[in-house]
């Protein structure tokens, strides 16, 4: 029996979500992230490494809100560049692990498809060290 295999169009269109989140963040257009977003979208940024407390966050409001407030409305800092996209899609649901850039983080998400798209349900980002460690 052959096996399904996920459109690579929503593989795409999840990378371009991925996308979309760091280009709203670095360019400060944080109402795009409404349309990246599911509304229910929870998020756990994992900032114990840069010496922050983590954040949990239990809506796209709150979310999009703390993003504001954090990161300001100042500059353009395009600085997340997320590469070795791994998406697996599963019906109308999907799961993916991007790293930032350089290593310093770890980007695993969760998406869900409803009759907007593809949306981001949920994000778990996690900063590295940025010691380089040893790969003998």
């Known amino acids: 029996m052959p096996r399904e295999m996920p459109s690579t169009v929503d ?48 809506s796209a409001s709150e979310a999009i809100e703390w993003l504001r407030s954090s990161l300001g409305q100042g500059e353009p800092k395009p600085r997340h560049a997320l590469v070795n996209h791994v998406v697996e899609v599963k019906g109308d649901r999907a799961t993916s692990r991007s790293y930032l850039a350089g290593g310093s983080g770890l980007y695993e998400a969760e998406f869900r498809r409803d009759g907007d798209g593809w949306r981001m349900s949920a994000l778990e980002m996690r900063t590295f060290s940025k010691t380089v460690p040893d790969l003998r």
């Open 11 to 58: 593989k795409l269109e999840i990378a371009e979500l991925l996308s979309r989140y760091c280009f709203a963040v670095d360019f400060r257009g944080f109402d795009d992230l409404y349309r990246v977003f599911a509304p229910d979208f929870k998020a756990a940024y994992r900032l114990g490494s840069m010496g922050l407390e983590d954040v949990v966050l239990g």
